[in-house]
């Protein structure tokens, strides 16, 4: 099956610093999804990129697909931006049901 | 703003118990999924649903059940749960080829 790798594992910044995620998978996909984990467990999607370059606010996820890869940045981080962000793709079989295949996760701590 | 509630948050069950995991959606979505999350594992999907009685095996379905008799409600079973079954389980819905995947809070299971 499809191999989703995100880097770094961990990382820990000062507020205000900025951070690049990556996230590497193993073949052609037509949906890629960053999400956000917050500390109580609540998993929320934050972009929606199989392709291109979107922005909302201080964060921004670029995807080169046929480079097999992702990163999401986040400018300005705050304390608030800590928690696990997961990378998730589904392959590229000609359907779409968003069945994702997702990544371990970055665990980011923004400290004040 | 879309809902996905699990009925429980934190449980305890015994080893041999028949364990029920409930899930309810608001927002009429075809698509229901059950995951599993470990730490070093990321997520991995257990089962999907994309219609009423309508069910597709996962990565890992072995030692699981799911039920769906209404279109808002997606039940994940343990036959007889065992301490390798303690995780934290998350429920997901989205429509057809949506591009946004919404998750419910999650709910810690101990199986001792």
């Known amino acids: 099956g499809i191999q989703v790798e995100q880097s770094p594992p961990d990382l820990i910044l000062q507020e205000g610093a900025n951070s690049t995620l990556r996230c590497n998978f193993s073949d052609s996909v037509n949906n890629l999804q960053w999400f956000h984990q917050n500390p109580w467990g609540q998993l929320i999607n934050l972009f929606y990129i199989p392709s291109g370059t979107k922005q909302n606010g201080r964060l921004s996820a670029t995807t080169v697909a046929t480079e097999r890869y992702s990163l999401l940045y986040i400018s300005s981080s705050q304390t608030t931006d800590s928690g696990v962000y997961f990378c998730?793709?589904?392959?590229?079989?000609?359907?779409?049901?968003?069945?994702?295949?997702f990544g371990t996760g970055t665990l980011l701590a923004v400290q004040p | 703003d879309v809902k996905v509630t699990q009925s429980s948050r934190y449980l305890v069950k015994r080893t041999g118990e028949k364990v029920f995991l409930e899930c309810v959606q608001d927002m009429d979505h075809e698509n229901m999924f059950w995951y599993r999350q470990d730490p070093g594992l990321g997520l991995r999907l257990i089962y999907f649903s994309y219609d009423v009685k309508m069910k597709e095996k996962g990565d890992i379905p072995e030692g699981y059940s799911v039920s769906r008799e209404k279109k808002e409600r997606f039940s994940l079973i343990l036959e007889s749960a065992s301490t390798n079954q303690t995780s934290m389980y998350l429920c997901?819905?989205?429509?057809?080829?949506?591009?946004?995947?919404?998750f419910g809070e999650g709910s810690w299971l101990t199986v001792v």
């Open positions: 998730a793709v589904e392959r590229d079989y000609g359907g779409a049901t968003n069945k994702l295949i």
């Open positions: 997901a819905s989205s429509f057809v080829r949506a591009n946004t995947i919404y």
